[in-house]
């Protein structure tokens, strides 16, 4: 992909930008995402801590690390990686989300370096980092493998990437989209569309030939009993997340 070119979608940035008031209120628009991001958190850290020999008690366990959150939103997850340390860049492509996601940060007490960018420019430039956390974006850009490629690019060799999605199967439109979004309204309707949806087999894919190895893939189960969300090593079948690594050296071509 050229300089300048970008895997942003205008429409679905259009979608997010609409809601960008709306990321810091646990019973807005963006619920789902504040009920999920505990065990969006437990995955992330336990990656990160296990690929860098970082112990999770420690104060900072994540100092000297630097972190890229593309997607970031309003900073439901830059925030508590800045909290363990780590160095942390906010990207995101709509500009609403910048300016909500810096005066939370500021209220909070924490330096973080926001910018509306893309991984395609980022990229560009040259930027480098140890983690980047790619959480619920593949689905809405226009290419998959572009973007995932300038995600590539961002990490440092032997460097983390952990991507989660929705799968594409019967059971994830009946409760990503017509749950989500028609019966409990916890999204806008719209807001996702099951045909960009990608299985766990097809991202795998997509990381292999972005140049990226990945090692481990799981579900992040809704139980609507206990109203809560777990980790599972078998059930991928609606939301799941995947880690994997960058090369220590190039591959062969």
């Not at 065990?39 to 990656?47: A, H, N, S, V």
């Amino acid at each position: 992909m050229q300089a300048g070119q970008t895997t942003v979608d205008p429409a679905e940035v259009a979608k997010f930008e609409a809601m960008a008031a709306e990321w810091w209120d646990p019973k807005g628009k963006f619920k789902p995402l504040h009920m999920l991001n505990p065990c969006r958190l437990d995955y992330i850290t336990r990656q990160i801590a296990g690929e860098f020999a970082r112990d999770l008690n420690a104060p900072e366990p994540f100092k000297g690390l630097r972190l890229l959150d593309i997607g970031c939103g309003g900073g439901l997850l830059a925030e508590p990686m800045a909290r363990l340390g780590a160095e942390v860049v906010g990207a995101d492509a709509a500009p609403r989300n910048i300016p909500v996601a810096q005066i939370h940060a500021e209220q909070s007490g924490l330096t973080i370096d926001y910018r509306h960018t893309t991984a395609e420019d980022m990229a560009a430039a040259g930027e480098q980092f140890d983690v980047v956390l790619n959480m619920e974006v593949v689905e809405h850009v226009s290419d998959p493998l572009a973007y995932l490629t300038a995600c590539q690019q961002l990490l440092k060799p032997s460097g983390l990437h952990i991507c989660s999605t929705i799968n594409r199967n019967p059971k994830s439109f009946a409760m990503a989209i017509v749950g989500a979004e028609y019966v409990m309204r916890w999204l806008p309707k719209g807001t996702h569309e099951w045909n960009k949806f990608i299985t766990p087999d097809e991202l795998f894919d997509l990381l292999g030939k972005a140049g990226l190895d990945p090692v481990d893939r799981k579900g992040f189960v809704f139980n609507p009993i206990t109203w809560g969300w777990s980790i599972s090593d078998r059930d991928l079948s609606v939301n799941y997340v995947t880690a994997s690594l960058k090369p220590a050296s190039p591959k062969p071509a």
